[in-house]
């Protein structure tokens, strides 16, 4: 008798119109393709889905995010949906630029889910908008260094150190931010080994 699989982790992408699209695209291709890919192009092995990925979004309305890229949300925050993991990817977000009541709702839906079990993941600039839910506070995190100043005077009780790749906010691992702007390929590494 074969050994029954885990169902595909899910995973909800959080896109609004400043979301860099070459990190929202990058990462959703990445954890599609991640069990699957090779075994398709090589014909052989069994495919498996290891992530199911969608893209949720303040309105499930298409909408362009940074550099004019078409996005197509699957869920809005108002439909409250669910998932283990959850990633804020990097965010045009100039270094002098706060992010204070742009997004109330999505901000309330990032606490609600944390409270909730899912884990919580950052690319580069994204960790602004993780610290605006307060989650961060007390704890180390890191992002691209031209954010050190926005971190000290908007967000002062987080840990802010632009050195390291991935820093884990607490030891269970639920919060996690990436570095600068490439690093979101380490945190999908992370996300592929922990879950798959």
Known sequence: MRPSRRPPTDVLLVAVPETAGSALYGMLDVLSAAGNVWQALARSGEERELFRVRIVAPRRAPFRCGNGIPVRPDCAVADDPVAPV???????????????????????????RYRAGSALYSACSGAVMLAETGLLDGCPATSHWGYQDL????????RFD????????????RIVTAGGTTSWHDLVLHIIARYA
Do not use: C
């Not at 804020?88 to 706060?98: F, H, I, S």
């Not at 971190?151 to 987080?158: G, M, N, S, T």
């Open 86 to 112: 959850v990633i804020l990817p990097e965010l045009w977000l100039g270094p002098d630029e706060a992010i204070h009541g742009r997004y109330p709702a999505l901000i309330d839906w990032f606490r609600r």
């Open 162 to 173: 632009p050195g390291p790749s991935l820093a884990w906010a607490r030891a269970d691992g």
């Open 151 to 158: 971190f000290r005077r908007h967000y002062p009780k987080v």
